[in-house]
């Protein structure tokens, strides 16, 4: 089992571009979950899919971030027009369906937007 | 709003003292919480430590033990004896049994053991 997978790892952006995280949950989760780390924010919710229906996208800037999962195997995280303090660490989870179960974690996309 | 609240960091203890981290949380909008401390090791990525889906129960890895106190609304993390290789950062996470599962962190307390 190779995990959560999140590409790239890193990725640097001049403010105004877009860009484009992607996230291979764990093979037969049907959870999938995107979080965002800053310094300042710490850990915080973005959005989440469940059998790759959208349940819950509270925690997504309403302008400029998107969402997708067109299978059960990958999602998307779109930044549309970057700015500076887009920059941080994009977290990438999955888990079973059900509270009980924990979510695994990718290693994330570090976005530096310029 | 939903919230956790832990120890903040850095915490120095020296190898083979006890360690505590304090984590408390606000469940206004979760009916039945489920509480979590994950931890990253330096170079690593986030994984779970423990878990505790009932209240009153402890949960356990690696000689770290945390006891879910409904009634203090805490999940504090103890450990008798800490090692170089805890050093780490510790998170405290809220998660729901129903509905949604998405998690309310903690900040974080990023811990250093030293010899």
């Known amino acids: 089992n190779a995990g959560v997978i999140q590409t790239p790892r890193h990725k640097v952006t001049g403010k105004g571009q877009e860009a484009t995280l992607w996230c291979e949950p764990i093979?037969?989760?049907?959870?999938v979950f995107w979080y965002r780390q800053t310094i300042v924010q710490g850990l915080e919710f973005l959005t989440y899919f469940r059998n790759q229906a959208p349940i819950d996208d509270s925690g997504m800037p309403k302008e400029r971030f998107s969402a997708q999962m067109p299978n059960q195997s990958h999602s998307t995280l779109k930044i549309q027009s970057t700015q500076p303090q887009d920059s941080a660490v994009y977290l990438c989870?999955?888990?079973?369906?059900?509270?009980?179960?924990?979510?695994?974690f990718g290693p994330g996309t570090r976005l530096t937007v310029l | 709003g939903d919230s956790v609240t832990q120890t903040e960091g850095p915490v120095t203890v020296s190898e083979s003292e006890s360690l505590i981290i304090n984590c408390t949380y606000s469940?206004?909008?979760?009916?039945?919480?489920?509480l979590f401390w994950y931890v990253r090791y330096p170079g690593e990525g986030l994984q779970l430590l423990l878990k505790v889906i009932t209240a009153g129960q402890k949960g356990s890895s690696r000689g770290f033990e945390a006891t879910y106190n409904k009634e203090t609304t805490s999940f504090h993390l103890q450990k008798a004896s800490v090692q170089e290789s805890d050093s780490a950062v510790y998170y405290c996470?809220?998660?729901?049994?129903?509905?949604?599962?998405?998690?309310?962190f903690g900040a974080g307390t990023r811990l250093k053991v030293i010899a």
């Open positions: 989870a999955s888990s079973w369906t059900g509270g009980v179960y924990e979510q695994y």
């Open positions: 996470a809220l998660g729901s049994n129903t509905g949604n599962y998405k998690y309310v």
């Open positions: 469940a206004t909008s979760i009916a039945y919480p489920n």
């Open positions: 093979s037969g989760h049907s959870a």
